[in-house]
């Protein structure tokens, strides 16, 4: 059974710091997502990986998945306060079946 | 280019009574799948349909049944509902066979049993 787990589970930062959240998966995936959550609010997707190696940045985040080691990480740089929020990592069960197994989630509170 | 929409968005029941929450899928997407989020959790899978059948479960009871529509749309049924079952309710929807497989999730349905 594929489990998803990541750390940390809090993260609480000050403006204009760096920190990566990390994602460790139990069983082989070719496809990782990582979604964004706002307090009360739905899911908006970040970024989407589907291969070793790959690397995705947007603004002050990046994600990166490493298959072999079954980890992805999201890096954030510089944090600011309009990036607190809950941020989700999920893999798809199977090979693009669209079951997503999802993390605990890792809130970040980002302090001015 | 509508996203994914829910109805209701909130919803307060009793335990014992029966809901349904409704779903439409984005634009162009024929694929729908309903998951749940328990609070400070994250979501899990329920199940998902595609051409009108269920073609995937997660580790829910019987309890929990859906039903998908010719127009892609759908439908969450949940019978004899449990204090346990008040959670956040997120349809998703995607387009089978896209090389990303991305989900969109729709705003949810908040669901209170009391």
């Known amino acids: 059974e594929l489990k998803v787990e990541q750390n940390p589970l809090f993260l609480s930062m000050q403006e204009g710091k760096n920190y990566t959240i990390y994602c460790n998966y139990s069983?082989?995936?070719?496809?990782l997502y990582w979604y964004r959550q706002d307090p009360g609010k739905s899911l908006e997707s970040l970024f989407v990986l589907l291969s070793n190696g790959a690397v995705k940045q947007e603004g002050r985040l990046m994600a990166s998945l490493d298959t072999k080691a079954r980890l992805s990480t999201l890096h954030i740089t510089a944090a600011v306060h309009d990036l607190s929020a809950t941020y989700f990592c999920?893999?798809?069960?199977?090979?693009?079946?669209?079951?997503?197994?999802f993390g605990q989630g890792t809130t970040l509170q980002v302090k001015p | 280019d509508a996203g994914v929409t829910q109805s209701p968005t909130h919803l307060i029941k009793t335990r014992g009574q029966q809901v349904t929450l409704r779903c439409s899928p984005k634009?162009?997407?024929?694929?729908v799948s309903w998951y749940q989020q328990a609070l400070g959790q994250g979501p899990q899978f329920i199940f998902q349909?595609?051409?009108?059948?269920?073609?995937q479960r997660g580790n829910f009871p019987d309890r929990f049944s859906g039903h998908q529509f010719p127009n892609y749309s759908s439908e969450l049924n949940v019978n004899a509902l449990l204090l346990g079952d008040s959670a956040l309710y997120l349809c998703?929807?995607?387009?089978?066979?896209?090389?990303?497989?991305?989900?969109?999730f729709g705003p949810g349905t908040r669901l209170t049993v009391t």
């Open positions: 998703a929807s995607r387009m089978t066979g896209g090389v990303q497989g991305e989900q969109y």
């Open positions: 349909y595609y051409e009108e059948e269920e073609r």
């Open positions: 999920a893999v798809d069960d199977s090979s693009n079946t669209g079951k997503l197994i």
């Open positions: 634009s162009g997407h024929d694929t």
């Open positions: 069983t082989t995936s070719d496809r």
